[in-house]
């Protein structure tokens, strides 16, 4: 008798953490009030220093992917949520893959690949708090000394190894909306750009002291400077701190996806067990959502992590070199990618950079758009979404074209449609991603996109909640 992959988990499932799922359905109100309580205990944790550290003035390894993991530097969030989506991600591509065998409408199948999840994200939590002391990176371990050093992993450790998952479960289950992940994800971003629009901190530019928020900067140019146009131009276009076209870059990204969303083709469908009942399917534009940049941000974020350590322990070493040479970049602290197979996975600091480097930015929009588009088409047998599976779904419900009175047709047409608009929606939301980049948008082109399409799956939610509830013109509270 063989023995499945998922049947090694069994015995860690007694001991893994678990939220039980609820007895009952759970009110709208209660779940606003449970994401809520998740909500603030991870900005309470993200707020919460980790304590033994020497030293926080070093190159940051986790710069480029801090945004979108829901990440603040020293602190218990310091991982955020990296160990949750790279363990999902690799469950879902091995599976995918066929490596393990599962099957989703298997209850104790579903169970165990839950838990092979969950321990797997314990593991990557664990090792990579591991790997993050003794690289130095919160001072050397002979200066922290044994006790520090174990003190420190399991601060990391018991933040994004046990309650991250945890509070991600939570929502999951049905207690609050949505999931933690996308949650957390959102209100990282979101926060970074209010903090880059109204932030109060000074900072001495050189030619004075100026507010960092470019909205409160743009007031205090203009009443301050004798020069008003100079200084509205300043306020526009400042390099060093946030500027108003940053801001409106942002926006207009946001607008751009929003209005996107609205792109679909709808397949007319009829039921044949009630005589009568008709109604659509549709196929939107971004059918995978966020999926494909996120799972190509996570990739190239995580080798460039890896190309960092490396670099910081063998600096001298030629296949490192290839692999990526790190530099300060105009005197910060902060090191990026001059050269090596991962600079061409950066975008340019800027367009004027992009058009001094062609080559380079040729090579990273590509690689973008490539990457983006494989994945998104790869994504919809790895989710289920494929059009042989959503096919099945809708036989099961006893729905078929109109016009047709088999489901052969109905496999046809979504096997026409489905694939083009996986890979043209991946490749739209890279597009969008480098423009944002490119324009300078507050929060990096992947996080803003991240977060207009996290906010109206949100909105989404809210609506069906509420309709549900036969409120649908009614308030929250």
Not at 374 to 397: E, H, N, T
């Amino acid at each position: 008798m063989t023995v499945r992959f998922l049947h090694l988990v069994r015995p860690f499932m007694a001991v893994l953490p678990e939220i039980a799922a609820p007895e009952r359905r759970i009110p709208f109100r209660q779940k606003i009030l449970w994401t809520s309580v998740t909500l603030f205990i991870f900005l309470v944790c993200s707020q919460i220093p980790l304590y033994g550290v020497l030293r926080s003035d070093t190159s940051d390894p986790m710069y480029w992917i801090r945004m979108i993991l829901a990440s603040n530097r020293g602190t218990l969030m310091e991982q955020g949520i990296t160990p949750i989506i790279t363990s999902g991600m690799i469950m879902q591509l091995l599976a995918a893959a066929e490596i393990i065998e599962v099957d989703h409408s298997v209850r104790e199948d579903r169970a165990l690949f839950n838990g092979a999840s969950k321990l797997f994200a314990m593991l990557i939590s664990f090792g990579q708090a591991t790997v993050s002391v003794i690289s130095g990176l919160y001072g050397q371990p002979a200066q922290l000394g044994l006790g520090v050093c174990i003190l420190l992993v399991l601060q990391l450790f018991v933040a994004s190894g046990i309650l991250v998952v945890l509070l991600d479960e939570l929502l999951q289950k049905g207690y609050g909306l949505g999931s933690g992940i996308s949650l957390f994800i959102a209100t990282n971003i979101c926060e970074n750009v209010i903090w880059k629009s109204f932030s109060p901190t000074t900072v001495n530019t050189g030619r004075g002291t100026e507010f960092e928020g470019a909205i409160i900067a743009l007031f205090q140019l203009v009443l301050q400077r004798s020069d008003k146009m100079r200084a509205l131009k300043h306020a526009f276009f400042r390099t060093q701190l946030p500027n108003i076209m940053n801001l409106l870059a942002t926006v207009l990204v946001f607008g751009v996806v929003i209005y996107l969303q609205g792109f679909r083709v709808e397949l007319p469908v009829k039921s044949n067990k009630y005589r009568g009942q008709q109604g659509t399917y549709a196929v939107k534009l971004f059918y995978t959502s966020n999926m494909p940049i996120m799972l190509q941000s996570g990739l190239v974020q995580h080798v460039l992590w890896i190309s960092h350590l490396l670099f910081n322990r063998f600096p001298d070493n030629i296949l490192i070199r290839l692999l990526g040479v790190w530099e300060p970049h105009e005197g910060s602290s902060q090191f990026f990618p001059t050269s090596g197979f991962v600079y061409y996975l950066t975008p340019p600091h800027s367009l004027n950079e992009a058009l001094g480097d062609p080559i380079h930015f040729a090579l990273y929009v590509a690689l973008t758009l490539a990457a983006c588009a494989f994945i998104s088409k790869a994504w919809i047998d790895m989710s289920g979404s494929s059009p042989k599976q959503v096919a099945k779904q809708l036989k099961d419900q006893g729905m078929v074209l109109r016009g047709s009175r088999d489901g052969s047709s109905m496999y046809k047409e979504l096997k026409r449609i489905i694939p083009t608009a996986a890979a043209f929606g991946g490749l739209c939301i890279g597009l969008l991603s480098v423009t944002a980049d490119m324009l300078g948008a507050v929060g990096s082109g992947t996080g803003i996109l991240l977060a207009v399409t996290i906010i109206y799956q949100y909105f989404e939610m809210f609506a069906r909640e509420q309709a549900e509830m036969g409120k649908f013109d009614a308030t929250i509270f």
